[in-house]
């Protein structure tokens, strides 16, 4: 019984179909939105000097307006 193996233009193929494009990225971030959370803390000699908090929720604008709870009472 004989193995088939992809050649080395086929293996090529198979990796570039399966990457990601920087634009199919953004699109799926856009439309999933994606909450980016952070925190740093300046200290000297063991004491907390500056603490900083970072929140950022990044989605399209159609996206948001889906999450949006409906608040017409009409």
Known sequence: ????VPSAEE???RELAQQVT?????D????KGVV???EITLA?????LVEVGL???IASVDRLERM???TADG
């Open 28 to 31: 799926r971030i856009l439309d």
């Open 22 to 26: 920087l634009v199919e990225l953004l």
């Open 11 to 13: 293996q090529r193929r």
């Open 55 to 57: 929140q950022a929720l």
């Open 44 to 48: 000297v000699a063991g004491i907390d």
């Open 1 to 4: 019984m004989t193995a088939i």
């Open 68 to 70: 949006r709870p409906d």
């Open 36 to 38: 980016i959370s952070g």
